[in-house]
């Protein structure tokens, strides 16, 4: 293996990458390093996110770059904002000890007057994703005709996220005699087709097999269908209570939808995607990095250039459409030598894509069971105790408290000082996942909670045919009440006067609450309801079934979720908020459920 020095990187640029803990050169850096500064050739580099590849452009241009003139000599394109801010970043911290090498970062969402005014002041390199980088050229702020060096960060995804035809502009204003460095994790035949039309006899060099996953990660899958999904997603979450991942969606608002569900239920997790302003996405980060959030859910746009380094888990809530984009996420862990574990919820339909996924990363997937209510609670304890072994005692200020706490623990024994404290903690686990199912008996409507009289609490409400009201005014009605957007509505019957409702258990605090508070107003008439006892006459439906439900809006479905959920120790009982999570008042379930992987304090 070379060191920098012998890859042929001046000296203030070695002292630097020390200075970054950078010992030796990567695969990927040990073959591109030398062949951009010795050749002029284009080249054609097939590297991931987390193989070093940002020095393996970067090293060699700022060793090439004429630092003392203040021209635009390379310019380095990168799909989003925060890869391009990450390479920015990381040529700045290369080039602390070149004095007159500049960088300026261009890109969407950010004020273009405030770039125009860096541009003016004059940049060697140039970093910038495709849509800005065009703006600016129009705008004649960004003159690219000296450029040496020509950058194709992540290729794939730039054509994945549709900048070709920007890429087609930016391209004609660079002149023919620049050397063109394209880097990518995948070659489909976009890829191909940009390497074809725009480079001349590219040297091709790669940072292993060509699209082939790491060693570091294993492959797993979770046989699930629509209902127990989330459930499945949740699971895996409580098993590891240390977790720290992105779980992967198709969708933004497949994304939000899952980062809501599981705030709600009160994980470390955050939504990351394009309907968030950029304040919001750097909050989101932020978080992310210094781990108060530990679940990042997110699109694979957004993720990309997310540079951490330990991640444990990638979770695929959804498979990417495009089969490649799976390397781009499990990619994401197993990196910097550390062990990790991309795994993935499939329907029996989805399981299909499995194979061709295969042969990309040349890997098996494993089959993995979803864990029982009894494995998490296993986990959990025995995370518990770690916990419990790893506290650090302060004791000179529990010292004073000591005395009066002895005394009121005296009677008992040891063994039952030891079964308490656990059980403190231990207990909310304990009864959430009590007579939970078994997730991966799928044959059975094992996940799906039959909806019974028994959990459904009957409200009176003093309005009915004469009124004109039917089962979908009143489902109407009762939905304007903003009582919670997965409730269950049960049985319906309207009688001429008076009429009645089922409305999940859960539930029956706040539907009062809310028709008290809103005293809607039904044709002239204000409604009010109240709890009744009043069993349901012999000609309704007995078979437990919903006869109307809202069918869109989340009617319909349980929102509760594991069977053997007991109140108290449901932690999607909480109430619902629509605002961000770090907006979110703590609760006390959040502390209760500290130590198991949620909200931590
Ligand atoms: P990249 O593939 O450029 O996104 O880099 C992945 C991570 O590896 C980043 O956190 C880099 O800071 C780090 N890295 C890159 N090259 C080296 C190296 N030679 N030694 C140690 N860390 C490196």
Redesign the pocket.
């Known amino acids: 293996m070379s060191t920098f020095l012998e890859l042929g990187l001046k000296e203030p640029i070695t002292r630097a990458l020390l200075d970054?803990?950078?010992?030796?050169?990567?695969v990927i850096?040990e073959k591109a390093i030398p062949q951009i500064i010795s050749s002029k050739s284009d080249l054609k580099a097939f590297?991931q996110?987390?193989?070093?590849?940002?020095?393996a452009f970067s090293l060699p241009i700022l060793q090439l770059v004429d630092e003392n003139n203040s021209n635009t000599q390379a310019i380095i394109l990168s799909p989003t904002r925060e890869l391009a801010v990450q390479i920015g970043k990381?040529i700045q911290d290369f080039s602390k000890y070149l004095k007159n090498l500049k960088v300026v970062t261009v890109y969407g969402g950010a004020s273009m007057e405030e770039q125009i005014r860096s541009l003016n002041k004059g940049a060697q390199i140039i970093v910038g994703t495709p849509g800005r980088t065009l703006d600016l050229i129009n705008r004649r702020a960004l003159k690219l005709g000296n450029v040496e060096w020509l950058v194709l960060d992540e290729a794939d995804e730039m054509l994945n996220m549709g900048f070709k035809e920007d890429l087609d502009n930016i391209l004609q204003v660079t002149p023919k005699t620049k050397q063109t460095l394209l880097f990518s994790a995948t070659f489909p035949a976009e890829v191909e087709a940009i390497s074809r039309n725009y480079m001349t006899k590219p040297v091709e060099i790669t940072s292993g097999q060509k699209n082939e996953s790491s060693d570091n990660v294993s492959h797993e899958y979770y046989l699930v269908n629509e209902s127990t999904r989330y459930l499945a997603l949740k699971r895996i979450a409580d098993l590891n209570p240390d977790i720290y991942g992105i779980i992967f969606c198709r969708t933004r608002r497949e994304t939000q939808e899952v980062a809501d569900k599981l705030i709600k239920d009160g994980y470390n997790a955050d939504a990351l995607h394009g309907d968030l302003s950029q304040a919001q996405r750097d909050s989101v980060m932020d978080k992310f990095h210094n781990k108060s959030v530990q679940l990042l859910v997110a699109t694979d746009v957004a993720a990309r250039g997310i540079?951490v380094?330990n991640l444990t888990h990638i979770i695929n809530h959804k498979l990417p459409d495009q089969i490649e984009n799976y390397n781009h996420r499990s990619g994401r862990t197993g990196?910097?030598g550390k062990k990790g574990i991309s795994l993935v919820l499939v329907n029996n339909k989805e399981k299909s894509k499995l194979r061709p996924i295969e042969k990309i990363i040349n890997k098996k997937f494993i089959e993995t069971r979803v864990p029982s209510g009894k494995e998490i609670c296993e986990s959990q304890l025995m995370h518990l105790i770690d916990r419990v072994k790893n506290t650090v005692v302060n004791e000179s200020e529990i010292q004073e408290f000591l005395p009066s706490i002895y005394k009121k623990l005296e009677d008992f024994s040891r063994e039952e000082l030891i079964k308490k404290f656990v059980s403190l903690e231990f207990n909310t686990f304990l009864s959430y996942y009590e007579n939970s199912k078994d997730l991966n008996d799928l044959s059975r409507e094992s996940s799906k909670t039959r909806v019974t009289s028994e959990n459904m609490t009957r409200f009176f409400i003093n309005i009915g045919r004469k009124d004109s009201l039917n089962p979908a005014k009143l489902i109407g009605l009762i939905n304007d009440q903003n009582i919670g957007n997965k409730i269950e509505i049960g049985a319906i019957d309207i009688l001429d006067t008076f009429s009645f409702f089922e409305i999940d258990k859960n539930f029956e605090e706040k539907t009062l609450e809310a028709f008290a508070s809103n005293q809607p107003d039904f044709e002239g008439r204000t409604v009010n309801i109240e709890v009744t006892k009043k069993e349901r006459s012999g000609n309704e439906r007995r078979d437990g079934k919903k006869p109307f439900a809202k069918k869109e809006g989340g009617f319909g479905r349980r929102r509760s979720d594991e069977g053997g959920a007991k109140k108290g120790a449901d932690f999607g009982g909480r109430k619902r908020t629509d605002r961000k999570f770090s907006d979110r008042p703590k609760t006390s379930v959040d502390k209760k459920a500290g130590g198991f992987g949620r909200k931590r304090k």
């Open positions: 970054l803990g950078y010992e030796n050169p990567t850096q590297a996110t987390g193989t070093g590849k940002t020095a990381n540079d380094n990196r910097a």
